[in-house]
């Protein structure tokens, strides 16, 4: 089956692609590049929102394995995503994109607080809107953030970028015979708890009817490839 092409698009970044090459916190020379991508994709006419995870600064759950109350934790994993949401804005600025942050926390002297109505307007006057503070809830994570806002937002594709090129049956970068999926059914993927996003993302995508194009944003290039319909990606839909 030909893969679609999307008008509106939500890209989900874990935090650890921004690290580049380090093991902790913020790359700028990352930020730059992916912000190159994205710039393409929105030159090209498709509307972008994106959800950045945090975790490259804190997780809710190691913070909890040290000892931190888990919602204390979790609402210090929310404050990382925010630092996040804040250098990608940086850098798609410097590109010349414009944007705004949103955050489910509200904090007003650093972005706007998150409306629905007005990051649709965003959307449509071509500004990319940041997601920031994920759903704003702990025990959730910025997956589920994503696919929340991919439907809040009417998106027609949720592409989740990664460091390996789509969904394999075994993990690459350990059995050298795992083979990668070009398609996949949700249900599919959460029979065999497939590591694609957490569960309660793929099933709300699954409900509203969104693809997941899962990809390699390592790969230069890449997104404009897949956004496009080409490119190497595993897609989950129906
Ligand atoms: N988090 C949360 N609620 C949310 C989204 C995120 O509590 O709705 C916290 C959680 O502690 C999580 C951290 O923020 O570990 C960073 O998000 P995530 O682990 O999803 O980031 P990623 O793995 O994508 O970098």
């Known amino acids: 089956m030909s893969r679609p092409t999307f008008k509106r698009i ?117 500004r990319v809107v940041l997601f920031a503070a994920g759903t704003g809830l702990p025990f959730f994570t910025t997956d589920t953030t994503a696919a929340l806002r991919a439907a809040e937002m009417g998106c027609d594709a949720l592409f989740k970028g990664t460091s390996v090129d789509g969904v394999y049956d075994a993990d690459p970068k350990k059995v050298p015979t795992a083979r990668r999926y070009d398609e996949l ?24 009817d969104i693809p997941i194009v899962v990809f390699s944003i390592r790969d230069e290039g890449n997104l404009a490839a897949v956004v496009g319909g080409e490119g190497t990606a595993t897609i989950v839909r129906k």
């Open 185 to 208: 059914s949700y249900d599919r993927v959460l029979a065999d708890n497939l590591k694609v996003m957490d569960a309660s993302a793929v099933a709300l995508c699954r409900d509203s």
């Open 10 to 126: 939500l890209l989900k970044l874990s935090g650890e692609v921004l690290m580049g090459q380090g093991q902790y916190g913020i790359d700028p020379e990352t930020c730059d590049r992916v912000a190159s991508e994205v710039k393409a994709i929105v030159d090209s006419g498709v509307e972008l929102c994106m959800v950045v995870g945090g975790g490259n600064i804190f997780r809710g759950l190691a913070g909890a394995a040290q000892g931190f109350d888990r919602a204390s934790a979790d609402y210090m994993g929310m404050l990382a995503t925010v630092m996040n949401a804040l250098a990608m804005q940086n850098a798609l600025e410097k590109a010349g994109v414009d944007t705004r942050v949103q955050s489910a926390i509200p904090m007003a002297s650093v972005c706007e607080p998150y409306i629905r109505r007005r990051a649709q307007r965003h959307m449509e006057k071509g």
